[in-house]
């Protein structure tokens, strides 16, 4: 389905994910994050670049994984974002949820 | 389906079990509504004080024995070293999974903001201490005071 964020209409799923990394940008992110009522700081834009690399290389995300990233800890990666961390991270970088468990 | 419509808030997961896949699954049950937003706290009874035990949680065994799904004659899980065997085997497909150790699970568990209770009445029937434990519990509770914990709308509670 469409939905207009940040003044750019983009594909997305059900769930509000971007379904084309393409149409992402800093803007629609920013707007993302809103929604989500996360303010973003630099070290939450460090980690939005890791998952969004990580994704790009077709490498699985999950919370150990975050948490061996070398950007932040299990710990800090709930307090960047404390409702639902890795859903929410995903969906603010543009990239699919993540099929994981643990 | 009138509080919060049904959804759960927060997740009481009992373990009074320590053979490895219980464990597992209590664990991936935890941190599985954390990751989800969802509250949670363990509550580690008889034997699954085991799991927290900290000179017994880097050893625990899939059971051989008693366990159909197994696909193994009895016998022949009562074997020396079957369990062994069976364990690290397992261990490795866990792995691959990108499963970490119990020990490492529960460091994720408490950096997830999961809360670990022991206990009372099965710690005293061990002669357990707090100091034989794993560092990071957040303490020994009656049954009384684990179902206080519990209190408020949408909090679901698990035994396994």
């Known amino acids: 389905m469409e939905k207009l964020i940040a003044g750019k209409t983009v594909q997305v799923n059900e769930e509000g994910y971007l379904t084309n990394f393409n149409e992402w940008n800093k803007e629609i992110g920013e707007a993302l994050a809103l929604e989500a009522q996360v303010a973003l700081t630099p070290k939450h834009w460090e980690l939005i670049n890791y998952i969004q690399t990580e994704v790009k290389n077709e490498s699985p995300l999950s919370i150990r994984k975050i948490g061996k990233s070398g950007v932040v800890d299990i710990k800090d990666f709930y307090a960047l974002f404390p409702n639902a961390p890795l859903k929410t991270a995903t969906k603010i970088a543009g990239v699919p949820k993540p099929a994981s468990c643990i | ?160």
């Not at chain 2, 950096?111 to 034989?132: P, T």
Request: hydrophobic fraction near 50%; include cysteine.
């Open chain 2, 1 to 160: 389906m009138s509080e919060y419509n049904g959804e759960i808030r927060k997740m009481m997961i009992i373990l009074s079990k320590a053979s490895i896949e219980n464990v597992y699954a209590a664990f991936v049950l935890a941190n599985g509504a954390r990751m989800e937003g969802i509250e949670a706290e363990m509550f580690f009874t008889f034997f699954g004080l085991e799991a927290v035990h900290n000179k017994k949680l880097d050893h625990l065994h899939v059971a051989t024995v008693g366990n159909p799904a197994m696909h193994m004659p009895t016998m022949l899980g009562g074997l020396p070293g079957m369990e062994a065997l069976a364990t690290s085997m397992m261990k490795k497909e866990m792995e691959k999974l990108d499963m970490p150790e119990v020990r490492e699970f529960l460091e994720i568990l408490k950096a997830s903001g999961v809360k670990l209770w022991a206990c009372k009445l099965a710690m005293e029937m061990f002669h357990y201490e707090k100091a034989d434990m794993f560092p990071e519990l957040d303490g020994v509770l009656t049954v009384g005071d684990f179902y206080k914990q519990a209190t408020g709308i949408g909090a679901h509670m698990l035994f396994i």
